[in-house]
């Protein structure tokens, strides 16, 4: 799954529209739910150093927050603990199709899930 095509499915799905907070990241797009703004998503272009991998290049991620027992995800070669956010709450996401596109798309429920308000009985 590509940047594109995350961008469309969130927009579809969640409704959510990207925003664009930084000036100094204008390509940083946050995702987050209407009702508690928390954020569920963030997608960005980083240096791929910034992973651990010694390359001279940029990517495209997204984060995720995680929901619970994560430990079959580090069997995907595109997942890494979070760039620039807590590392035991949220993961890093490669989009560029190293990770199926059904774990993306079930990584972005969990963290849709994790992240919305609380429902009162």
Known sequence: MNRKELEALILEKY????EFLFADSPDCAVFRHVG???WFAIIMRIPISKLGI?????V???????????DDIWEYDGIFP?????KRLWISVLLDG????????????DSFFVTSPLKKK
Do not use: Q, W
């Open 15 to 18: 409704s959510a529209s990207p």
């Open 36 to 38: 508690n703004r928390k």
């Open 54 to 58: 010694m390359e001279n290049r940029s």
């Open 60 to 70: 495209n991620i997204v984060n995720f927050k995680l929901g619970g027992d994560c």
């Open 82 to 86: 979070a760039y620039h956010m807590n």
């Open 98 to 109: 190293s990770v199926p596109k059904t774990v993306v798309e079930g990584l972005l429920d």
